[in-house]
Nanobody, 121 residues
Framework: QVQLVESGGGLVQAGGSLRLSCAAS????????MAWFRQAPGKQRDFVAA????????GYADSVKGRFAISRDNALNTMYLQMNSLKPEDTAIYYC??????????????WGQGTQVTVSS
């Protein structure tokens, strides 16, 4: 079992930065691929980024590539998402997830409650 808690969301102006954190409990954190998804009002939950258990392999949605960076610290059971050059279209609830691998919601077994990110124009 893995429990996930996101933090770090908030209101920021376009062009600004935020860093999200996902704290995990459970002694098998390091064995999971970790990912960020986001969901805007009235839209489906979309993949943002993922990082493999060894932190060597990462993947990003095209919409955030070059602006966002995912990282993890297995010793602290924490994953991060550094978001730079934020745009109003990045506004969404951001969720962290843990699972075997993949870019789809069905690939992930555990989910946090989400943290709101709002980017004003």
């Amino acid at each position: 079992q893995v429990q996930l808690v996101e933090s770090g969301g908030g209101l920021v102006q376009a062009g600004g930065s935020l860093r999200l954190s996902c704290a995990a409990s459970g002694r098998t954190f390091s064995s999971y691929t970790m990912a960020w998804f986001r969901q805007a009002p009235g839209k489906q939950r979309d993949f943002v980024a993922a990082i493999a258990w060894g932190a060597g392999n990462t993947g990003y949605a095209d919409s955030v590539k070059g602006r966002f960076a995912i990282s993890r610290d297995n010793a602290l059971n924490t994953m991060y998402l550094q978001m730079n050059s934020l745009k109003p279209e990045d506004t969404a609830i951001y969720y962290c997830a843990a699972g075997p691998r993949g870019r789809y919601t069905v690939d992930y077994d555990y989910w946090g409650q989400g943290t709101q990110v709002t980017v004003s124009s």
